[in-house]
């Protein structure tokens, strides 16, 4: 059974950059067509599509948080990563999760992370 | 690229169905069969129930179904149950290596 893990920091300045890791257990991460997305959640609100990562390095982002993220991705260790400069607005539950055919429809899911951002 | 719109809030009786709606105002849900609906219990991560517009993942039940009519996508969930009562998202690809989500939808069984 695929398992993802978010792993990072609960509490982040602001403009200082997050930066979130995503452990994949249960399957290797260059498997196939998958790709790899971040999305978030503000209390009390919705989701929001962050960015998806391809194991070569390939990866798609938000228009709206473009300037400010880069995704990368660690075959060796099956891991992928987030690095978002932030601001209070940022405060958010953290998913990673797998696409498993580049379709937008997100089939394995994290637990979560929260980070609150500071000023 | 802005929120996909759904109603603020679903209810129906348990035995009951409840359809939830989800309108793009620009090209996706119309041009492209990829919208997908999530369920999130309170606390939970989202769980995919609905993928390419109409398609089920293995394990959810079929009471779940999606379609689709011009820019507006929908899930109806029929024989409501108990543990029906959650938060559902739809989402679309929307072109140019984006997706967006739904404003979200929280459904109450009376």
């Known amino acids: 059974q695929l398992q993802l893990q978010e792993s990072g920091p609960g509490l982040v300045r602001s403009s200082e950059t997050l930066s979130l890791t995503c452990s994949v257990s249960?399957?290797?991460?260059?498997?196939?067509?998958?790709?790899w997305g971040w999305i978030r959640q503000p209390p009390g609100k919705g989701l929001e599509w962050i960015g998806s990562?391809?194991?070569?390095?390939?990866s798609y982002l938000n228009p709206s948080l473009r300037s400010r993220v880069t995704l990368s991705v660690d075959t060796s260790r099956n891991q992928f990563s987030l690095h978002l400069t932030v601001t209070a607005a940022d405060t958010a539950v953290y998913y990673c999760?797998?696409?498993?055919?580049?379709?937008?429809?997100?089939?394995?899911w994290g637990q979560g992370a929260l980070v609150a951002v500071s000023s | 690229q802005s929120a996909l719109t759904q109603p603020p809030s679903a209810s129906g009786s348990p035995g009951h169905s409840v359809t939830i709606s989800c309108t793009g105002s620009?090209?996706?849900?119309?041009?492209?069969?990829?919208v997908s609906w999530y369920q999130q219990h309170p606390g939970k991560a989202p769980k995919l129930i609905i993928y390419?517009?109409?398609k089920r993942p293995s394990g959810v039940p079929d009471r779940f179904s999606g379609s689709r009519s011009g820019n507006t996508a929908s899930l109806t969930v029929s024989g409501l149950q108990a543990e029906d009562e959650a938060d559902y998202y739809c989402?679309?690809?929307?072109?140019?290596?984006?997706?967006?989500f739904g404003s979200g939808t929280k459904v109450t069984v009376l």
């Open positions: 999760a797998r696409d498993a055919d580049n379709s937008g429809s997100f089939d394995y």
């Open positions: 249960g399957g290797p991460i260059s498997r196939s067509s998958y790709y």
């Open positions: 990562i391809y194991q070569s390095g390939t």
């Open positions: 620009s090209s996706g849900i119309d041009n492209f069969n990829y």
């Open positions: 390419e517009v109409i």
């Open positions: 989402s679309s690809y929307v072109g140019r290596n984006n997706y967006v």
